[in-house]
């Protein structure tokens, strides 16, 4: 079993930064693949970034990468998507999740998720 919280979110102005945390419970973190998504308003949650268990791996959705990055601590049983260069349309509900499998970028392959984080960006 896995708990997530995430923390971190809140409101910023475009062009600005965010760095969301997710401190997972358990001693076995660090065998799960974690990974970042997001849902926007009236649209399906989406994936955004997600890393494997040594974090050397690392993989994002096209509409982020550049501006995103995914890390984790192992130590400190957290995972981090430091987010910068921010726009309107990264406005969502941000949920990290934790895949005994793995990377991966479904939903589907996540077992264990957050209650979620408020990311608002205005123009």
């Known amino acids: 079993q896995v708990q997530l919280v995430e923390s971190g979110g809140g409101s910023v102005q475009a062009g600005g930064s965010l760095r969301l945390s997710c401190a997972a419970s358990?001693?076995?973190?660090?065998?799960?693949?974690m990974g970042w998504f997001r849902r926007a308003p009236g649209k399906e949650r989406e994936f955004v970034a997600t890393?494997?268990?040594?974090?050397?791996?690392?993989y994002y959705a096209n509409s982020v990468k550049g501006r995103f990055t995914i890390s984790r601590d192992n130590a400190k049983n957290t995972v981090y998507l430091q987010m910068n260069s921010l726009k309107p349309e990264d406005t969502a509900v941000y949920y990290c999740?934790?895949?005994?499998?793995?990377?991966?970028?479904?939903?589907?392959?996540?077992?264990?998720w957050g209650q979620g984080t408020q990311v608002t960006v205005s123009s």
């Open positions: 358990g001693r076995t973190f660090s065998s799960y693949g």
């Open positions: 890393i494997s268990r040594s974090g050397i791996s690392t």
């Open positions: 999740a934790a895949a005994a499998s793995g990377v991966g970028i479904r939903t589907t392959e996540y077992g264990y």
